[in-house]
Protein backbone atom coordinates (compact mmCIF):
# COMPACT_ATOMS: atom_id res chain seq x y z
CA UNK A 1 0.00 0.00 0.00
CA UNK A 2 1.54 3.21 -0.85
CA UNK A 3 0.64 6.06 1.32
CA UNK A 4 1.72 9.69 0.92
CA UNK A 5 4.21 11.58 2.72
CA UNK A 6 4.73 15.34 3.25
CA UNK A 7 7.97 16.46 3.76
CA UNK A 8 9.16 19.81 5.40
CA UNK A 9 11.35 22.05 3.52
CA UNK A 10 14.11 21.40 5.31
CA UNK A 11 14.16 17.18 3.81
CA UNK A 12 13.22 18.12 0.66
CA UNK A 13 17.25 18.25 -0.86
CA UNK A 14 17.29 14.68 0.53
CA UNK A 15 14.44 13.66 -1.80
CA UNK A 16 15.34 15.06 -5.21
CA UNK A 17 13.44 18.72 -3.75
CA UNK A 18 10.17 16.47 -3.57
CA UNK A 19 7.62 18.13 -1.22
CA UNK A 20 5.51 15.07 -1.62
CA UNK A 21 6.83 11.05 -1.99
CA UNK A 22 5.25 7.97 -1.36
CA UNK A 23 6.16 5.20 0.63
CA UNK A 24 4.57 1.71 0.95
CA UNK A 25 3.63 0.00 3.93
CA UNK A 26 1.21 -0.92 6.85
CA UNK A 27 2.83 0.86 9.88
CA UNK A 28 4.45 4.37 10.48
CA UNK A 29 7.32 2.56 10.94
CA UNK A 30 7.55 0.50 7.98
CA UNK A 31 6.71 3.54 5.41
CA UNK A 32 9.42 5.47 7.36
CA UNK A 33 12.03 1.98 6.65
CA UNK A 34 10.46 2.19 2.88
CA UNK A 35 11.29 6.12 2.79
CA UNK A 36 14.85 5.79 4.14
CA UNK A 37 15.45 3.17 1.63
CA UNK A 38 14.60 5.37 -1.09
CA UNK A 39 16.02 8.63 0.02
CA UNK A 40 18.98 6.99 2.09
CA UNK A 41 19.92 10.65 3.05
CA UNK A 42 16.46 10.97 5.40
CA UNK A 43 17.49 8.44 7.57
CA UNK A 44 19.49 10.16 10.37
CA UNK A 45 17.12 13.20 9.86
CA UNK A 46 13.77 11.43 10.64
CA UNK A 47 15.53 8.17 12.77
CA UNK A 48 17.50 8.27 15.97
CA UNK A 49 20.50 5.19 15.76
CA UNK A 50 18.46 3.34 18.13
CA UNK A 51 15.31 3.44 15.55
CA UNK A 52 13.03 5.37 17.41
CA UNK A 53 11.47 8.52 16.25
CA UNK A 54 14.43 11.29 16.48
CA UNK A 55 13.27 14.17 18.80
CA UNK A 56 13.79 17.08 16.61
CA UNK A 57 11.07 15.83 14.51
CA UNK A 58 7.13 14.61 14.57
CA UNK A 59 5.39 12.82 12.54
CA UNK A 60 1.54 13.07 12.25
CA UNK A 61 -0.45 10.75 10.61
CA UNK A 62 -3.52 12.78 9.30
CA UNK A 63 -4.07 15.55 12.50
CA UNK A 64 -2.52 12.97 14.96
CA UNK A 65 1.06 12.81 16.31
CA UNK A 66 2.46 9.40 15.94
CA UNK A 67 3.78 9.92 19.13
CA UNK A 68 0.02 9.68 21.10
CA UNK A 69 -0.94 6.92 18.98
CA UNK A 70 1.41 3.25 18.59
CA UNK A 71 4.28 5.74 17.68
CA UNK A 72 5.75 3.76 14.80
CA UNK A 73 3.56 0.72 15.07
CA UNK A 74 0.97 3.11 14.21
CA UNK A 75 -0.85 1.28 11.60
CA UNK A 76 -1.38 2.98 8.17
CA UNK A 77 -4.66 3.19 5.66
CA UNK A 78 -5.60 3.37 2.26
CA UNK A 79 -5.61 6.85 1.85
CA UNK A 80 -3.92 8.13 4.69
CA UNK A 81 -1.19 11.11 4.86
CA UNK A 82 1.75 11.13 7.01
CA UNK A 83 3.19 14.42 7.24
CA UNK A 84 6.29 15.28 9.10
CA UNK A 85 7.57 18.08 10.63
CA UNK A 86 10.65 19.72 11.96
CA UNK A 87 10.03 20.49 16.15
CA UNK A 88 10.42 24.21 15.92
CA UNK A 89 11.90 25.59 19.61
CA UNK A 90 14.32 27.76 20.67
CA UNK A 91 14.10 30.83 23.20
CA UNK A 92 15.64 33.74 24.72
CA UNK A 93 17.71 31.52 26.88
CA UNK B 1 16.61 40.01 2.40
CA UNK B 2 13.25 39.42 3.51
CA UNK B 3 10.70 41.32 1.80
CA UNK B 4 7.26 41.49 4.02
CA UNK B 5 4.27 43.66 3.98
CA UNK B 6 3.18 45.99 6.94
CA UNK B 7 0.46 44.26 7.63
CA UNK B 8 2.13 41.27 8.62
CA UNK B 9 4.75 43.01 11.01
CA UNK B 10 1.81 44.50 12.38
CA UNK B 11 0.55 41.25 12.91
CA UNK B 12 3.41 40.04 14.29
CA UNK B 13 4.28 42.59 16.78
CA UNK B 14 0.23 42.20 17.88
CA UNK B 15 0.43 38.47 18.71
CA UNK B 16 4.16 39.15 20.79
CA UNK B 17 2.24 41.79 22.87
CA UNK B 18 -0.59 39.59 23.17
CA UNK B 19 1.21 36.55 24.64
CA UNK B 20 3.20 39.11 26.47
CA UNK B 21 4.69 38.10 29.83
CA UNK B 22 4.74 34.44 27.84
CA UNK B 23 7.46 34.28 24.32
CA UNK B 24 4.76 34.61 21.37
CA UNK B 25 5.20 31.97 18.68
CA UNK B 26 4.26 31.91 14.57
CA UNK B 27 5.55 30.51 11.41
CA UNK B 28 5.70 32.89 7.91
CA UNK B 29 4.84 31.54 4.80
CA UNK B 30 5.36 32.83 1.08
CA UNK B 31 8.32 32.16 -1.72
CA UNK B 32 11.99 31.80 -0.57
CA UNK B 33 12.50 35.74 0.35
CA UNK B 34 9.09 37.33 0.07
CA UNK B 35 6.46 36.78 2.49
CA UNK B 36 3.04 36.45 1.78
CA UNK B 37 1.27 34.92 5.14
CA UNK B 38 1.44 34.82 8.86
CA UNK B 39 0.22 32.18 11.06
CA UNK B 40 0.19 32.81 14.95
CA UNK B 41 0.67 29.36 16.74
CA UNK B 42 0.67 27.88 20.23
CA UNK B 43 3.49 28.60 22.44
CA UNK B 44 3.31 24.67 24.00
CA UNK B 45 6.64 25.68 26.50
CA UNK B 46 4.13 28.34 27.73
CA UNK B 47 7.31 30.23 28.76
CA UNK B 48 8.51 33.52 29.17
CA UNK B 49 12.20 32.21 28.32
CA UNK B 50 11.23 29.54 24.97
CA UNK B 51 9.11 28.80 23.15
CA UNK B 52 7.69 25.87 21.28
CA UNK B 53 5.63 25.65 18.22
CA UNK B 54 2.62 23.39 18.62
CA UNK B 55 3.51 20.59 16.11
CA UNK B 56 -0.43 20.52 15.29
CA UNK B 57 -0.97 24.24 14.21
CA UNK B 58 2.28 23.64 12.33
CA UNK B 59 0.93 20.98 10.49
CA UNK B 60 -2.31 23.33 10.01
CA UNK B 61 -0.37 26.47 8.58
CA UNK B 62 1.68 24.22 6.34
CA UNK B 63 -1.20 23.09 4.78
CA UNK B 64 -2.86 26.25 4.27
CA UNK B 65 0.29 27.29 2.58
CA UNK B 66 0.85 24.65 0.80
CA UNK B 67 -3.10 25.12 -0.81
CA UNK B 68 -2.08 28.91 -1.51
CA UNK B 69 0.77 27.70 -3.35
CA UNK B 70 2.93 28.95 -0.96
CA UNK B 71 5.68 27.37 1.99
CA UNK B 72 6.19 28.15 5.43
CA UNK B 73 9.82 30.11 4.95
CA UNK B 74 10.43 30.88 8.28
CA UNK B 75 9.45 31.05 12.13
CA UNK B 76 8.91 34.63 14.34
CA UNK B 77 9.45 34.58 17.97
CA UNK B 78 9.71 37.70 20.66
CA UNK B 79 12.25 38.07 23.20
CA UNK B 80 10.48 39.53 26.13
CA UNK B 81 13.31 40.89 27.99
CA UNK B 82 15.57 40.53 25.95
CA UNK B 83 16.98 42.12 22.70
CA UNK B 84 15.66 41.01 18.91
CA UNK B 85 18.83 38.67 18.21
CA UNK B 86 19.21 34.86 18.09
CA UNK B 87 19.71 33.44 21.45
CA UNK B 88 22.50 30.45 21.75
CA UNK B 89 19.16 28.32 22.19
CA UNK B 90 17.71 29.55 19.26
CA UNK B 91 20.88 28.86 17.07
CA UNK B 92 21.36 25.21 18.54
CA UNK B 93 17.45 24.47 17.89
CA UNK B 94 17.30 26.39 13.77
CA UNK B 95 15.35 23.72 12.23
CA UNK B 96 16.28 24.83 8.61
CA UNK B 97 18.93 26.85 7.07
CA UNK B 98 16.63 27.89 3.84
CA UNK B 99 14.36 29.17 6.95
CA UNK B 100 14.41 32.83 7.87
CA UNK B 101 14.51 33.80 11.77
CA UNK B 102 12.59 36.48 12.55
CA UNK B 103 12.83 38.43 16.34
CA UNK B 104 10.39 41.10 18.29
CA UNK B 105 11.88 42.28 21.11
CA UNK B 106 9.80 43.70 23.65
CA UNK B 107 12.47 45.13 25.95
CA UNK B 108 12.05 48.42 25.03
CA UNK B 109 8.60 50.52 25.02
CA UNK B 110 8.45 50.02 21.43
CA UNK B 111 8.73 46.34 20.04
CA UNK B 112 11.66 46.07 17.78
CA UNK B 113 11.76 43.56 14.89
CA UNK B 114 14.90 41.92 12.99
CA UNK B 115 15.32 39.22 10.47
CA UNK B 116 18.03 36.43 10.48
CA UNK B 117 19.30 33.42 8.59
CA UNK B 118 21.15 30.90 10.84
CA UNK B 119 23.06 28.47 9.13
CA UNK B 120 25.34 25.83 10.48
CA UNK B 121 25.26 27.91 13.43
CA UNK B 122 26.68 30.91 12.08
CA UNK B 123 23.92 33.65 12.43
CA UNK B 124 23.46 36.60 9.83
CA UNK B 125 21.21 39.41 10.00
CA UNK B 126 19.29 40.17 6.73
CA UNK B 127 17.07 43.64 5.96
CA UNK B 128 13.71 43.64 5.94
CA UNK B 129 11.72 45.81 3.19
CA UNK B 130 8.24 46.78 4.26
CA UNK B 131 5.76 47.05 1.82
CA UNK B 132 3.02 49.31 2.57
CA UNK B 133 -0.04 47.19 1.54
Known amino acids: ????????????????????????????????KSLMDSYPGLGSQVLSPDGSLHRFVNVYLNDDDVRYLDKLDTKVAEGDVVSILPAVAGGSL | MLTISQIYLDKMMAHAIREYPLEACGLISGE??????????????????????????????????EAKGAAIIGVMHSHTHSDAYPSSTDVAQAPDPSWHYILVSLKHKDPILRSFSIVDGKIVEESVVRLNY
Open chain 2, 32 to 65: QDIVSGFYPTRNDAASARIYTVNPLDYLKADRDA
Open chain 1, 1 to 32: MAIEVRLPTVLRAAASGQANVFAEGETIGEIL
